[in-house]
């Protein structure tokens, strides 16, 4: 996600790229970084989530400045009103404002998306680590395991589980990430499987080197890399569930607004406001373009071989 | 060879199979105290009420029995009760899964018959403006929420449409309530949904077919082709696509399972009366074992499509080996 590049960022020489012979040798997080900062469209998206995700964890301060409402403030007087002067993207059928309403939703999706995210990759790592270190019937059993929540079409899974634990924010990422975690194991696996053969792996365990600490301190390193651009791959799609549970009634639950549940009341008004059906939409639209197409150059930055 | 191959992955897949039930039953188990949520609170029962709903139910079963009774009634074609009226589960199914092959089939072939020629003309014309058009159309596909491309369709060509007196499309359901049902009714009923859903379908497969299509016009025998006068157009075409086409067809392969739950969500938003929205409504309810019948249905096909698609794979490809 944003994270390694950011720290990145801080590592970097002063000198810009050199090319030719002449240019010294880089470490692969500075190449990847370099190879990130050239693509334009990728670090635009990229910056456009930055701002997105800054403007989520300051909406307490944007209703309080900008749009001067708070999202459940309901204002009987100017109901379906059009964006304008007084509403700057229009109000809902209580009246409630849907810019400030937007910038609410926009913490429960991308704080969903995020925390989803993470538990996937906490999960998958270590499953997927386990699975490939230790081989044999660990191996087996735990990848048989992914096997059959892959095999659970997963839409079907999620209405399943939503019904059986009513989800707030932290147990809709844990439904979701429940699916999200077994590709990410696969991953895993693999890159351990082949980076498990090399020397330093050997040198590593001649010096006495426990398993816990090859695995955290010599695997981990070195499948990072997929890990970040699967993460950075995966933050669209997770938006895009995400969305649609909240839209369907299995998620968020209103009143508190997410770009999902906003569509849920929307559908009801047609005939009065098309603009409560359009704008979380393209809301949403956006954001995963931008979290695609930033996805893409970080696979093309971090793992070139990939590129297509 | 083959046969030794067909028997490991059939093996794997009722492991998978065993699998899925076992964490179905787990996640019913952890909830199958309160079938209803609030049962216990409910001033009006008695405890002796409620611990003769839950016999009645088969609720104090212990595990293993309730297990391997769910096991034997879906051998034997039987997904369970429904909570709320004791219907059978098969039966929901299918009456309802003719209108969901309706709808996914049609969307999965608008899917390919546009997909092909997009991504033929992507391939050929490379780098020009139409291929760049093609290219953000495909990437929009994937990131347009299909629920909101359904509902702003119904704003433009139900809603508007309507409003303007113009002829518009119906925007839910399968065929009309009154006097509906023939051809043309279905087919108008048919339009909206299944553009959403193919949209999805042919921005995949239209990038997957000019990359494939791409790699394929590089390979030397193409080239042997031109080089011996053959007409592009024959080149392109008789060469050139008819092999680019090969690995889409196990692509449309692993699609299979899509078929009974690719469109769940668009199913909803349509009120298309499928299997999606049978899960969906009952989900509402809490009929969880309905949801469960259909979720554990579902799988079986997912399954039994992978294995498909497989095995297609190794038929129209002779360069696969069954190691």
Known sequence: MIGPSRVAELDMPAAGVETGAARPAQSYWNESWERLRANRLGMATGVLIVVLALIAILAPAFSAVVTHYQPQTIDLDSTFARPGVGHLLGSDELGRDTLTRLIWGARVSLGVAFLTVAMSLFLGTTVGMMAGYYGGWIDDVLMRLVDTVLAIPAIFLFILMSILIRPNAITLAAIVASVGWGQVARLVRGEVLSVKQRDFILATRSIGAKDSRLMVRHLLPNVLPVLIVAASLGVGQIILIEAALDFLGLGIQPPTPSWGNMLTNAQSYFFRSGWLVALPGITIFMTVLASNIFGNAVRDAFDPRLKS | MLAKYVARRFFASVIVVLGVTAITLALMKTTSGSYVPGIDLNPALRPEDIARLRSQLGLDLPPQVWYATWLWNVLHGDFGRSMIDGSRVTDHILERLPNTLELTGTAILIGVIAAVPLGVVGALRRGSKSDHA??????????????????????????????????????????????????????????LPATVLSFFYMSTWSRFIRSSMLEVLSQDYIRTARAKGMSERRVVYLHGLRNALIPLITLIGLELPGLVSGGLVVEVVFGWPGIGKLAFERALQYDYTTVMGVTFFATLLVIAGNLLADLLYGVLDPRIRYG
Not at chain 2, 145 to 166: A, D, N, R, Y
Not at chain 2, 176 to 185: E, I, K, Q, T, V
């Open chain 2, 134 to 191: 093609l290219t953000v159309t495909s990437v929009a596909g994937f990131a347009v929420p299909q629920f909101w491309m359904g509902l702003m369709l119904i704003l433009v060509f139900s809603v508007t449409l309507e409003q303007h007196g113009l002829p518009w499309l119906p925007s839910s359901g399968a065929y009309s309530a009154f006097n509906g049902g023939d051809f043309l009714d279905r087919l108008q009923h048919l339009i």
